[in-house]
């Protein structure tokens, strides 16, 4: 224990977070058991404890286990800006200062959040934003500015304003991974967001769609989303959730640019009525010989969840 103990401190603190495997939000609990192996560890694994736990409202609010000095003092893993409580929660990091690294705005309303008084200096630092909620205003994009942001995530029911959005990718350079979630039953992106949209197609290199991206006469999108695929010629990955076949086709048959990794799920309600028959002849065959079926079509064998890789044989 006594070499472990004169380990430098960032040593220390790796250690520490490799204790830590639990994906629950409230890991604090198994940090903590970790600052008392020993008195030297204790710093690093309040500093892991800081930076990897979310903070939000409850933190905000009522815990108390994250005081404002430690947070102007660390670089935030995530921090929550959910329901109620959103606004408080930004005007503490605000005026702390704080560096966040991700942020997930979530199920607010307009007059719940007003981002105007986000820093550009927030902002820049972000390497991550999942707009999942309504807000108010927006914080200050200087003209030529850069920031860090690097993956977004985008709910058509929850859209920034098309402005709003221009901005935020004209100044992301590093900005290469986006996530769009479409309920079938909500709305959809708007004609509008198609400059915006034209403009991230160009520099994304994963594209995560969990929706079914095919036009119909009874369900028209009025943004082609199939176009946009096209225009991505820069992608490497594209994943396809809650799809059909016929929808994963269209979407393949779009993708202009080789593909490192392909992931696809098919909506849940075909692949438990269509794909049956789709796939009869395969059910019946033993297990090793369902895979060798499987792998000759190009698809692993893994239920629900498929993946392809074009990699070229070493």
Same mark, same amino acid.
């Given at each position: 224990?006594?070499?472990?103990?004169?380990?430098?401190?960032?040593?220390?603190?790796?250690?520490? =977070?490799?204790?830590?495997?639990?994906?629950?939000?409230?890991?604090?609990?198994?940090?903590?058991?970790?600052?008392?192996?020993?008195?030297?560890?204790?710093?690093?694994?309040?500093?892991?404890?800081?930076?990897?736990?979310?903070?939000?409202?409850?933190?905000?609010?009522?815990?108390?286990?994250?005081?404002?000095?430690?947070?102007?003092?660390?670089?935030? !893993?995530?921090?929550?800006?959910?329901?109620?409580?959103?606004?408080?929660?930004?005007?503490?990091?605000?005026?702390?200062?704080?560096?966040?690294?991700?942020?997930?705005?979530?199920?607010?309303?307009?007059?719940?959040?007003?981002?105007?008084?986000?820093?550009?200096?927030?902002?820049?630092?972000?390497?991550?934003?999942?707009?999942?909620?309504?807000?108010?205003?927006?914080?200050?994009?200087?003209?030529?500015?850069?920031? =860090?942001?690097?993956?977004?995530?985008?709910?058509?029911?929850?859209?920034?304003?098309?402005?709003?959005?221009?901005?935020?990718?004209?100044?992301?350079?590093?900005?290469?991974?986006?996530?769009?979630?479409?309920?079938?039953?909500?709305?959809?992106?708007?004609?509008?967001?198609?400059?915006?949209?034209?403009?991230?197609?160009?520099?994304?290199?994963?594209?995560?769609?969990?929706?079914?991206?095919?036009?119909?006469?009874?369900?028209?999108?009025?943004?082609?989303?199939?176009?946009?695929?096209?225009?991505?010629?820069?992608?490497?990955?594209?994943?396809?959730?809650?799809?059909?076949?016929?929808?994963?086709?269209?979407?393949?048959?779009?993708?202009?640019?080789?593909?490192?990794?392909?992931?696809?799920?098919?909506?849940? =309600?075909?692949?438990?009525?269509? !794909?049956?028959?789709?796939?009869?002849?395969?059910?019946?065959?033993?297990?090793?010989?369902? =895979?060798?079926?499987?792998?000759?079509?190009?698809?692993?064998?893994?239920?629900?969840?498929?993946?392809?890789?074009?990699?070229?044989?070493?």
């Amino acid at each position: 224990m006594a070499s472990i103990q004169d380990l430098p401190p960032e040593l220390l603190r790796r250690i520490i =977070e490799l204790f830590d495997r639990n994906d629950w939000t409230m890991s604090y609990k198994s940090l903590c058991k970790a600052a008392l192996v020993a008195r030297a560890w204790r710093g690093p694994a309040q500093d892991v404890l800081v930076c990897t736990v979310p903070f939000d409202g409850f933190d905000a609010a009522s815990d108390g286990r994250t005081p404002r000095p430690s947070i102007s003092s660390r670089t935030l !893993d995530c921090a929550d800006l959910d329901f109620d409580p959103a606004q408080k929660v930004l005007e503490l990091l605000t005026e702390a200062g704080a560096t966040v690294r991700s942020l997930d705005i979530m199920h607010t309303d307009g007059n719940d959040l007003d981002l105007g008084i986000m820093s550009f200096e927030m902002l820049a630092g972000l390497h991550s934003l999942n707009i999942g909620g309504h807000f108010e205003g927006q914080p200050p994009i200087p003209s030529a500015a850069t920031i =860090e942001l690097r993956t977004l995530f985008l709910d058509p029911e929850y859209l920034p304003t098309p402005a709003f959005l221009e901005l935020l990718v004209g100044a992301a350079p590093f900005l290469t991974r986006l996530e769009v979630y479409m309920d079938p039953e909500e709305e959809e992106f708007p004609g509008s967001y198609t400059t915006a949209l034209q403009m991230l197609a160009l520099q994304l290199r994963h594209l995560k769609i969990a929706a079914d991206a095919t036009s119909t006469p009874t369900r028209p999108r009025t943004v082609d989303l199939h176009g946009f695929v096209a225009s991505c010629t820069s992608l490497r990955s594209l994943e396809l959730h809650c799809a059909t076949p016929a929808s994963i086709m269209a979407t393949l048959t779009a993708v202009r640019s080789p593909l490192v990794l392909l992931a696809t799920e098919l909506d849940d =309600e075909w692949s438990r009525v269509a !794909d049956a028959k789709r796939v009869a002849e395969l059910v019946d065959d033993a297990r090793t010989q369902w =895979e060798d079926a499987c792998r000759a079509r190009g698809v692993e064998p893994r239920d629900e969840q498929r993946f392809f890789t074009d990699y070229p044989a070493e």
